[in-house]
Antibody, heavy 122, light 107 residues
Framework: QVHLQESGPGLVRPSETLSLTCAVS????????WNWLRQTPPKGLEWIGY???????NYNPSLKSRVTISADTSKNQVSLKLSSVTAADTAVYFC????????????????WGQGTLVTVSS | DIQMTQSPSFVSASVGDRVTITCRAS??????LAWYQQKPGKAPKLLIF???NLQSGVPSRFSGSGSGTDFTLTISSLQPEDFATYYC?????????FGPGTKVDVK
């Protein structure tokens, strides 16, 4: 059974870069889609982007200029960097596995980390 | 972006009740739709994918239907552990987008 665990600073100063790591156990990150999402009371659940087994990435256009998702296969972990943060980036951040299933097929978020709260404040 | 809406925003229900939640997409998404359940302080849990397919381990009292722009999640007989917030999510295009949620609480 796959297990995902997010980690990183809980407090980031405005204009700095938010950096989070998702450690994956029970599965190889060399398969599936590995996603980052966030949740805030005003905006709800927001998909940030994914990295796929080939190393390809896809980002939400609303965040694309500030987001980088990368993978370290030797550590079996996925990372998120979000630059130039503001208070609007305060959220609970989740990593989630995307599995391609169904007819018609698409990727769905079938396993999630517990989430980590990141607050942007000086 | 495809906008997802849900109704109602809140449902007050009792154990044993049949609960129906509706989700609407701003454009046709065929059957590329998922439903998630989220409890306070926890991550969302996948219940239904491809509009009507039950995720492994999810009780059969949950069912999904619909295609195109209109979808429904039904809980046939509400159980105590089902009090939670439910979200729909489209999986047709990027960026993936979610509905605002429907909270099911105790009447």
């Amino acid at each position: 059974q796959v297990h995902l665990q997010e980690s990183g600073p809980g407090l980031v100063r405005p204009s700095e870069t938010l950096s989070l790591t998702c450690a994956v156990s029970g599965d190889s990150i060399s398969t599936y889609y590995w996603n980052w999402l966030r949740q805030t009371p005003p905006k709800g659940l927001e998909w940030i982007g994914y990295i796929h087994d080939t190393g390809s990435t896809n980002y939400n256009p609303s965040l694309k200029s500030r987001v980088t998702i990368s993978a370290d296969t030797s550590k079996n972990q996925v990372s998120l960097k979000l630059s130039s943060v503001t208070a609007a980036d305060t959220a609970v951040y989740f990593c989630a596995r995307g599995s391609v299933v169904g007819v018609p097929a698409s990727d769905y978020f079938d396993s999630w980390g517990q989430g980590t709260l990141v607050t942007v404040s000086s | 972006d495809i906008q997802m809406t849900q109704s109602p925003s809140f449902v007050s229900a009792s154990v044993g009740d049949r609960v129906t939640i509706t989700c609407r997409a701003s454009q046709g998404i065929s059957r590329w739709l998922a439903w998630y359940q989220q409890k306070p302080g926890k991550a969302p849990k996948l219940l239904i994918f491809a509009a009507s397919n039950l995720q492994s381990g999810v009780p059969s009292r949950f069912s999904g239907s619909g295609s195109g722009t209109d979808f429904t999640l039904t809980i046939s007989s509400l159980q105590p552990e089902d009090f939670a917030t439910y979200y729909c999510q489209q999986a047709k295009t990027f960026p993936r987008t979610f509905g605002p949620g429907t909270k099911v609480d105790v009447k």
